[in-house]
């Protein structure tokens, strides 16, 4: 490893005891991946010295990379084990995609700007995530070739839980997916067992908007 590496390895660790363990995040798979993960190479270059700060950070074209406990709140709350499929809507720079990708088997990932879709696939290609599949496409309607999926994770907030993807979720499964108008939401988790849905808002929240056919215009 460089200079550059160990020191933002060190980053990342202190990121992981500082940020994510005294917030609860207790999933080992989620605290493995969010230590191993170099997010600094995931964000724009003028922007790597922070990557590990406990805040969102711009990724162009008017979008957000969430805020690390974020990503890991997310991440925990889908009980992934391993062995799952999943879509995640908003592939954005690419960074929430390579956590799903260290925990589980597939990794489905659906972005509708082009230039951030080509910045993630650079990203995925530059660190090997071979278990990634993704495309430019509306997510809002999920993935029909592919499902159904055993967890959905959107990234974007929209004003209702898109029907498409519940169609699309197994059952069991789950979906973690903010709600809510252009300025806060409700951080929703969906869980699907026995043809039944229910919903728990975990967290207040404020993502970027989803636009698309069952989300914003
Ligand atoms: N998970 C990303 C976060 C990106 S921000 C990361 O780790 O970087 C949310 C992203 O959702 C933005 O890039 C935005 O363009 C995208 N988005 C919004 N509506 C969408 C839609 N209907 N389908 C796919 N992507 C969408």
């Given at each position: ?147 159904p999926?055993d ?15 519940i169609?699309?979720l197994a059952d069991p499964g ?17 869980k699907k067992k026995n043809d039944q849905t ?20």
């Open positions: 490893m460089d200079n550059d590496a160990i020191r933002y390895e060190t980053s990342r660790l202190r990121m992981v005891r500082e940020q994510l363990v005294p917030r609860g995040i207790r999933d080992e798979l989620v605290l493995n991946a969010m230590a191993k993960v170099p997010r600094h190479l995931f964000v724009q270059d003028a922007l790597e010295s922070q990557a590990y700060g406990d805040y969102p950070l711009p990724i162009g074209e008017g979008q957000t990379i969430s805020q690390p406990y974020i990503v890991a709140l997310m991440t925990q709350a889908l009980e992934l084990k391993g062995d799952e499929k999943v879509l995640e809507i908003g592939t954005g720079c690419g960074y929430q995609s390579a956590i799903l990708a260290e925990i589980c088997n597939r990794v489905y990932t659906i972005e509708r700007i082009k230039a951030l879709h080509i910045h993630a696939r650079k990203n995925f290609d530059r660190l090997k995530y071979l278990n990634i599949t993704y495309k430019i496409d509306d997510g809002t309607v999920g993935w029909p070739e592919h499902q999926f967890a959905f994770i959107v990234t974007a907030a929209g004003p209702k839980i898109p029907e498409a993807l169609e699309q789950i979906m973690i997916i903010p709600v809510g108008d252009h300025y806060s939401q409700d951080l929703l988790v969906v229910s919903t728990t808002c975990i967290e207040k929240v404020r993502f970027v908007s989803l636009i698309g056919t069952q989300g914003w215009d």
